[in-house]
C-alpha cells in the first residue's frame, strides 16, 4: 500500500491497478489535488481497502490478477455500507462490451486506457462533488 | 361344316403365327399370319430349311430346341429371331409340340418384337439408373460432410458414414425412421432438444423451402451446422424428398474464437504501456514539473515504449512461426556447442551462474542452430529473471530415445501446480504477489514452443511449487538418418550461402552435407567421411583456422578445402594455405559458390586420374 500525504480531511480515492506505472500515472495526474490516494496492486487487496477506507471514489482496473474489477463493483453496489463510493473504470479493453457491462454493474464512469490526465481529473471531479 | 373344315378355317384366321413343321427342317404348312408378319409367301418359307430364316446367333439354340421336340418335349416361350423380306429380323416367341408318329412339330409362334425391344430398353434404363445410383452413394459416403436423404414419405433413405460420426446415430438405425424418430435418438447427446426437434420436423413436413440451423452436441461437443434442401423434381415441381447436409464447424467456431480472444488480448496489452506513454507525455506538456518528477516520467515512458517495442517483436515472431513463414534451417547440429553459446551469450551472473552438464559424445541433433540458441536463451532468460534471489542454473542433456532432451533447472520461485499447464499459452502470465515486479509480454514460452515443436520436439516444465524452483525439458530429433556419407561438407554459418554451394556441386554431381559450426563440422568430418570441404573462416564457436589445423591433423593434407571468408588473409597465410591443398574463395562476389564447386569438382577429378 502506498499513500499520499493529504490533510485529514481531504478525501480518499483508492486506486487498484496491477500495472505500477498506470498507478503513479493516477498519484501524477491528482497531485496537485488535495486528496488521499490509496494504491491497491490486485483485486483483493483492492477489496480489503475498500472495506477498510470506505474511498469517495475508486478507480478500478477491469483486468487484474485476484477479483477482477467488475466482481469488485458489484461487490461495492451489494454492500449498503458503501452506498457513498463511486466508481471509476479503467479498462485496457476497448470491446464495447466490457464497457457496457460495466455499466449496467453500476460504473459511475469509465475510461479506456491509453487515456488523457484531464479526461480522468473531469471523471474524478464530477465522482467527488456531483 | 366339317371338324377338318372347321379347323382350317381358324387356321387361316389366326392373327398368331400357325405352322407344321418335318423332323426334315422344313416347314410343312404355314398360315397367312406368316406372310402378314415376315412378308415371305408360304411357298417361300418352304421352299428353305426354316433354321435358314432363323438369326445367326439364334441357329444353335433353335436347333437344340428342335432336337428336344424331337425327343418328345414341348417347347414353352422360346424366343428366336426371324428373318424378314426386307432383311430385318422380328422377334418370334414360340409354343410347340411334336407329333412323333407323323414326326411333325405342330407350333404357334407370336410377333414379340416390340416387348422384347421394350424389355431391352427398360433393362438398360435400370442398369443406368442404378449405375446412376451407386455413383451417387459413392460420392455422398466419400463426401466429408453428413448427408442425409429423405424419401418421398420423408423417411431416412440414405446415411452417410460420415453424418454418423457426426450423430452417433449407425446407419442401419436411421434407415426408414422419421424425422421425429431421428430427434428422439439424438435426444440425449444434444444440448437443445426441443429447438432440434421443432427444425427436424419443419425438415420432415410435407412442403417446406430450403433453411438451415445449428445443433451443439454433447460428448463429445461439436457444433454442427445442417443445411435442408427439398429435393424437386424438376417437369413436375412436385417435391419428392429432401436432402440434410451436417457440417461440423466446432473447429471453425473455435478458432473464430481464439481469433477473437487473441485480439482482445493483444489490444489489451498495448493500450496498457501505451496509457503511461500518452499519459505521462501529456503531463510533461501540460504542467510545470521539478527536474526529478520530469526524469521520472520520462524514464516511465521509456520503459514502457520499450515494453511496447518487445511486445510487437515477439508477436510479430510468434506470427512468422504460426504462419510458417519462418523456416527451419535445419542440419545436423552439436548440441553442446549451441548450448555453450547459448550459455556465454547469456553472459556471467555470479548471482545466478550457468552451469552446464553435457556429455561430450551426443549425437548430433537435427535443427535450426540459430532457433535452437533462441530456445535456450529464452529459458534461461527465464530462470534468472524468475530467480530473484539468484541460485544455480543447471543445464544438461541426455539421450532419450531417438531424441536429445536438455533440462534447465532453477531454484527461483517456481510455477503454482495450476499453472503449469497454461505457462506456454500466449499472453499467460504467472500472477501471484511475488513475481509482479517482473516483466514480461507473456509470449517467450509460446514462442519457445513453437520452435521447439517446428522441430518436431516438445517441451514440458515441472515445478514443485511456489519457491521450489522450476525445471524446464525440451527435446530435439537425432540427426540420425540426416547423416551419410558425402561427398563435400559445407561447414558455414550462413544457411543461405550453404545452400548456394551445395546447389552448385549438385550441379556437378556431388553431394553435401551442411555444418553450421565447426563443432558440428568435426563431428561430421568423421562420420560422413567427406573427400572434400568447403570451409567458412568466421564461425560461432570454434574458428575455420582452428578448425582447419585440426582437420589437416587427423585427415592429413591432400583432402581439398576451399576456404571461403569475407576477409582478406595476409599474403602468406594464403600461400601456406595454398601449399597444402587449399584454396581460397572470397564471398563478396556473387560467383562465389560457383567457383567453390569448381574447384573441388576439378582438384577431385584430377587425383582420380592421378590414382
Redesign the interface.
Known amino acids: 500500500m502506498n499513500e499520499t500525504e493529504a490533510d485529514s480531511n481531504a478525501p480518499t480515492v483508492i486506486i487498484a491497478d496491477?500495472?505500477?506505472?498506470?498507478r503513479?500515472?493516477v498519484q501524477?495526474?491528482v497531485a496537485?489535488d488535495n486528496l488521499r490516494v490509496i494504491e491497491a496492486?490486485?483485486g483483493d487487496e483492492a477489496w480489503a481497502l475498500i472495506q477498510q477506507w470506505r474511498p469517495k471514489v475508486v478507480l478500478l482496473d477491469v483486468?487484474m490478477?485476484g477479483r477482477t474489477g467488475l466482481e469488485i463493483l458489484s461487490a461495492i453496489k451489494a454492500n449498503s455500507n458503501l452506498a457513498e463510493t463511486r466508481v471509476i473504470l479503467l479498462t485496457?479493453?476497448?470491446?464495447e462490451s466490457d464497457i457496457a457491462a460495466g455499466l449496467a454493474a453500476g460504473a459511475d464512469a469509465y475510461l479506456?486506457?491509453?487515456?488523457?490526465?484531464?479526461e480522468l481529473l473531469a471523471r474524478l471531479d464530477e465522482a467527488l462533488w456531483l | 361344316m366339317t371338324t377338318t373344315g372347321t379347323f382350317e378355317a381358324l387356321f387361316t384366321l389366326s392373327v398368331d403365327m400357325l405352322c407344321v413343321a418335318g423332323y426334315d427342317g422344313y416347314f410343312k404348312r404355314l398360315n397367312p399370319a406368316w406372310n402378314r408378319t415376315l412378308g415371305f409367301t408360304e411357298a417361300e418359307l418352304t421352299a428353305k430349311p426354316y433354321l435358314e430364316f432363323v438369326h445367326l446367333d439364334d441357329r444353335a439354340a433353335t436347333l437344340a430346341e428342335a432336337e428336344k421336340l424331337g425327343q418328345g418335349e414341348t417347347t414353352i416361350y422360346f424366343r428366336n429371331r426371324y428373318q424378314c423380306k426386307d432383311g430385318t429380323y422380328k422377334w418370334l416367341a414360340w409354343t410347340a409340340m411334336p407329333a412323333p408318329a407323323e414326326e411333325l412339330i405342330y407350333a404357334v409362334a407370336r410377333d414379340v418384337t416390340q416387348s422384347v425391344q421394350a424389355e431391352a430398353d427398360l433393362k438398360k434404363a435400370h442398369l443406368e439408373a442404378a449405375t446412376q445410383l451407386a455413383s451417387l452413394i459413392a460420392v455422398i459416403d466419400a463426401i466429408g460432410e453428413g448427408v442425409v436423404l429423405l424419401d418421398r414419405q420423408r423417411r431416412v433413405a440414405h446415411w452417410n458414414k460420415e453424418a454418423s460420426r457426426l450423430t452417433g446415430i449407425q446407419t442401419e438405425q436411421a434407415l426408414g425412421q422419421s424425422m421425429s424418430d431421428v430427434g428422439e435418438m439424438l435426444r440425449p447427446r444434444v444440448d437443445d432438444y426441443p429447438t432440434l426437434q421443432a427444425h427436424l420436423a419443419s425438415a420432415g413436413g410435407p412442403e417446406f423451402e430450403g433453411f438451415h440451423f445449428s445443433v451443439i452436441t454433447l460428448q463429445p461437443h461439436r457444433e454442427l451446422e445442417v443445411v435442408v434442401s427439398p429435393a424437386v423434381l424438376a417437369p413436375t415441381g412436385d417435391q419428392v424428398g429432401a436432402v440434410l447436409v451436417i457440417r461440423d464447424v466446432t473447429a471453425a467456431k473455435e478458432l473464430d474464437r481464439a481469433k477473437d480472444e487473441l485480439t482482445?488480448m493483444v489490444?489489451?496489452?498495448l493500450?496498457?504501456?501505451?496509457?503511461?506513454?500518452?499519459?505521462?507525455t501529456?503531463?510533461l506538456l501540460?504542467?510545470t514539473l521539478a527536474e526529478a518528477?520530469k526524469h521520472?516520467?520520462l524514464e516511465?515512458i521509456l520503459?514502457?515504449g520499450q515494453r511496447l517495442t518487445a511486445l510487437i517483436n515477439d508477436f510479430l515472431d510468434l506470427q512468422r512461426m504460426e504462419g510458417g513463414y519462418k523456416r527451419l534451417d535445419l542440419a545436423p547440429c552439436d548440441l553442446r556447442a549451441i548450448m555453450i553459446r547459448a550459455a556465454t551469450q547469456m553472459g556471467d551472473d555470479p548471482k545466478s551462474p550457468i552451469e552446464l552438464d553435457v556429455p561430450t559424445d551426443l549425437p548430433l541433433v537435427l535443427a535450426d542452430s540459430s532457433a535452437t540458441v533462441q530456445v535456450l536463451t529464452n529459458l534461461l532468460a527465464n530462470a534468472r529473471k524468475y530467480s530473484p534471489a539468484g541460485g544455480r542454473i543447471q543445464v544438461a542433456a541426455r539421450v532419450k530415445e531417438s531424441a536429445v532432451e536438455v533440462s534447465i533447472h532453477d531454484h527461483g520461485l517456481g510455477i503454482p501446480p495450476e499453472a503449469l499447464p497454461k505457462i506456454f499459452s500466449k499472453f499467460y502470465r504467472v500472477?501471484t504477489?511475488d513475481r509482479?515486479?517482473i516483466r514480461g509480454t507473456g509470449l517467450g514460452l509460446a514462442i519457445t514452443r513453437r520452435i521447439v515443436e517446428a522441430h518436431g520436439g516438445s517441451i514440458a516444465a515441472e515445478s514443485d511449487g511456489i519457491g521450489k524452483g522450476s525445471r524446464f525439458f525440451f527435446t530435439l530429433p537425432v540427426a540420425g538418418d540426416a547423416v551419410q556419407i558425402t561427398d563435400v561438407l559445407v561447414v558455414e554459418d550462413d544457411a543461405g550461402f550453404a545452400r548456394l554451394v551445395e546447389a552448385e556441386l549438385a550441379i556437378k554431381g556431388l553431394t553435401a552435407t551442411w555444418a553450421p559450426d565447426a563443432e558440428s563440422g568435426q563431428q561430421l568430418a568423421r562420420t560422413a567421411k567427406p573427400r572434400a570441404i568447403v570451409l567458412d573462416l568466421i564461425l560461432p564457436g570454434i574458428q575455420g583456422e582452428d578448425f582447419l589445423a585440426e582437420i589437416r591433423a587427423s585427415l592429413g593434407s591432400s583432402l581439398p578445402v576451399v576456404v571461403v571468408s569475407v576477409k582478406e588473409l595476409e599474403a602468406d597465410a594464403t600461400l601456406a594455405l595454398r601449399s597444402s591443398g587449399t584454396t581460397l574463395v572470397l564471398k563478396k562476389h556473387a560467383g562465389a559458390p560457383r567457383e567453390a564447386a569448381d574447384w573441388i569438382s576439378g582438384s577431385l577429378t584430377s587425383r582420380a586420374v592421378a590414382q
Not at chain 1, 18 to 22: A, F, I, K, M, N
Open positions: 496491477d500495472e505500477p506505472s498506470v503513479l500515472l501524477a495526474t496537485q496492486e490486485d483486468r490478477p485496457a479493453s476497448a470491446a479506456t486506457k491509453p487515456f488523457s490526465p484531464r | 482482445a489490444s489489451h496489452e493500450r496498457t504501456p501505451l496509457a503511461s506513454v500518452v499519459g505521462f501529456e503531463l501540460t504542467r518528477q521520472e516520467y516511465t520503459i514502457e500472477q504477489p509482479r515486479a
